[in-house]
């Protein structure tokens, strides 16, 4: 029995799976509301979180940004991102989670109440930058890295890079390369980073008060040899912002929703995501605060 139990957490666990599993892959969970809503953008406009030569602080202040959500299969997932500027540099530090803490195991004969509960978690840290020159702005972000279930664990570091430029006439281009680096082995094998290649568009267009941006990204994946195609819009009108956007790969899409106000220093945003597998709806709340 303990053999069986081994192979069905390694199975869990290596496996990556969107539903049931952590691993690494926790890395390629939507981080905030924003990207949530509109998907992963590495254009201007887009999200830092998948492209570091996005990360710029907001109106020269320091920003403070909390995320907490859920992700398929009832993943909890939470961030907290610190972005200011120091001289020429635009600096972030962040931490992120995932975790799942009511995994069952059972034996194999009918019982109403498992013989035990246990946690899996994924834990990220780190810090990266963004500076200008004049062909555009380029990023690089650096984080360790720590996953465990049961009584396993596994830690290593990632590295990501971005690139990003403005042109004429509202376009913008953005290019990243997520999740470069290492980890150490998990049981008998070593887990595969989820290493992605990410490359988009940006058009801006302003029609009275109201802005409105609309993205094209293209991704590729290492860990699941596929692409994946998103839309995205972002309009703004005042404080009030509504987000959208719709994804699509070879087996599956999913629309995504979200909405937010700015009030003086602090901000909020909520989104939530519709996917072609039923298997629950995602969905993120995202607060933001301008320091002093």
Known sequence: MGLIFKIIIIFITISFSNLYAIGTQ???????????????????????????????????????????????????????????KIGNYNNKLFLRQAEITDLEYRENRPSDNPNTIFAAYGFSLGSGFSFHNPIGKFGLTLSALYFTIYDQSSSGFTIDLGYSNALNNGWGVGLSILSLGSVSKFYQEKPKLPTRVLAGITK?????NINN????????????????????????????????????????????????????????????????????????????????
């Open 213 to 292: 941006r609309f993205y094209t990204t293209g991704e590729f994946s290492s860990l699941n040899d596929t692409w994946k195609i998103t839309f995205g819009n972002d309009t703004r009108w005042k404080q009030i912002k509504l987000l959208s956007s719709y994804s699509i790969t070879k087996h599956t899409s999913s629309i995504s929703f979200g909405s937010g106000f700015v009030y003086g220093r602090f901000g909020i945003t909520y989104a939530l995501r519709i996917g072609s597998q039923e298997i629950g709806i995602p969905n993120t709340l995202s607060l933001s605060f301008l320091l002093p």
């Open 26 to 84: 926790f890395l390629t969970f939507p981080e905030s509301a924003y990207d949530l809503a509109i998907g992963s953008h590495v254009s201007i406009g887009g999200s830092a979180n998948v492209n570091p030569a996005l990360i710029e602080p907001n109106q020269s202040f320091p920003s403070l940004y909390i995320d907490s959500g859920h992700w398929y299969g009832d993943i909890k997932i939470s961030g907290l991102n610190y972005i200011h």
């Open 204 to 208: 801006e267009i302003d029609i009275n």
